[in-house]
């Protein structure tokens, strides 16, 4: 109860005093007691006060954030990793956050049958606690500094959490200003449906909003969206009939966002148009066979940062973010698992094998897939 009062104190005098008078007294009264005594401020540590805990749809929960004085903004789309003690073991798993009023955040989080961290944090977790978290990374937000004319939104289950954001950041613009947007999202069943009130909100404000089924046999009660079944390349051609003209932002599950590329491709979506963001970690697996390429006198071109690395043969086998690495191209990376997107890039010449989704390769655990590949942001 007192490490409760003394945080939404702390709370309090974040939204008050502001975040730099915060930090000045706590960077000066740093001491072991205070350390201890509320852990929430006095820290070097991007720290949470979970204020919330909202029940969104089945098995699917959002939490309510208040950030510390260490909290440095975050770009909508862009993800942040939570650091749980669970047990013995500390986990770290990446979300995409959305924005609320007053300087929180939440994140929304799909219970998963067997899993660990998703369970813990579901029967575990209630408002009081605190949470340690990363820094905001990945690229996965809208045009910077020029947001694209006219946009598709395609999620699937969570995947809608960091869509989410960035409709409201368009919503948050001047009429004539803002993209031109439409949302189609999937769900298994009508109570599946994350974000329904939000869907509602954009729908009323005149952007298109259509929510698929993959269960059609129930249907949800009429409540002013669009329903249609699952999500393919027929549905999207008639609720997006100028689809290739606009840049498509796709999140959700592995599965969902292959058949979505595949559908995409076909309605003359360019690649370099189509910007991907995934939730589930994919093992970096050494390529065999046809895929083998000789690597001595390769070259992979990191278009962003106007540099090229010329490989040699003692380069079989190493990933692309390894390459980098070794020979001194120091780039922005994250968990190293293939799932936060952080050490994403586009390929825009050649090949690459592994971890590749459409034109977007996650270096952490893809490899070379020809001896000229060019990559890019």
């Known amino acids: 109860m007192l490490e409760r009062a003394l945080n939404s104190a702390a709370s309090w005098g974040l939204d008050h005093v502001g975040q730099g008078s915060v930090d000045y007294v706590v960077s000066n009264t740093m001491t072991e007691f205070n350390r201890r005594c509320l ?15 909202i029940d969104e749809a089945a098995d699917v929960k959002t939490f309510v954030l208040r950030p510390n004085q260490h909290w440095p903004g975050m770009k909508p789309g862009q993800h ?8 013995d073991q500390v986990h770290h798993r990446c ?13 929304t989080v799909k219970r998963k049958e067997g899993g660990v961290v998703s369970p813990w944090l579901h029967s575990v977790v209630r408002p009081g606690q605190v949470l340690t978290l990363g820094k905001p990374r ?39 200003q803002r993209p031109d947007l439409n949302v189609m999202a999937q769900f298994r069943l009508p109570g599946d449906v994350i ?4 869907m509602l909100e954009w729908s009323a404000t005149g952007v298109p909003v259509t929510v698929a089924l993959s269960q059609p046999q129930a249907a949800p009660a009429a409540d002013g969206l669009q329903t249609a079944d ?30 979505m590329l595949q559908a995409l491709k076909a309605l003359g ?35 962003h940062i106007n540099a090229a690395i010329t490989l040699k043969a003692s380069d079989q086998g190493k990933t692309l973010l390894q390459l980098a690495n070794e020979h001194g191209l120091h780039l922005e990376q994250g968990c190293g ?17 592994g971890n590749v989704l459409g034109s977007s390769v996650y270096l952490c655990t893809s490899f070379p897939g020809s001896r000229n590949l060019v990559l890019g942001a």
């Open 39 to 53: 852990p929430f401020v006095w820290t070097y540590d991007l720290k949470a006060l979970v204020e919330q805990v």
């Open 80 to 87: 942040i990793e939570v650091l749980l003690n669970v047990g």
């Open 95 to 107: 979300y995409s956050p959305s924005a609320r009023p007053n300087g929180r955040l939440a994140i």
């Open 138 to 176: 990945g690229h996965f937000t809208l045009g910077d500094p020029q947001l694209p004319g006219k946009v598709l939104m395609l999620a699937a289950g969570s995947g809608i959490t960091p869509i989410a954001s960035m409709v409201a950041q368009c919503l948050s613009m001047p009429a004539d």
């Open 195 to 198: 974000f329904r009130p939000d």
């Open 230 to 259: 699952r999500l393919d390349e027929a549905l999207i051609l008639r609720r997006c009939p100028d689809v290739a003209d606009r840049h498509v932002y796709l999140c959700g599950p592995d599965g969902f966002m292959q058949k």
């Open 269 to 303: 979506v360019p690649a370099r148009d189509i910007h991907t963001e995934r939730f589930e970690m994919a093992a970096a697996v050494p390529v065999l066979g046809d895929q083998v390429v000789d690597l001595e006198g390769a070259e992979v071109v990191f278009e």
């Open 337 to 353: 698992k293939g799932a936060c997107g952080t050490c994403k890039l586009t390929v825009h010449e050649g090949q690459a094998h």
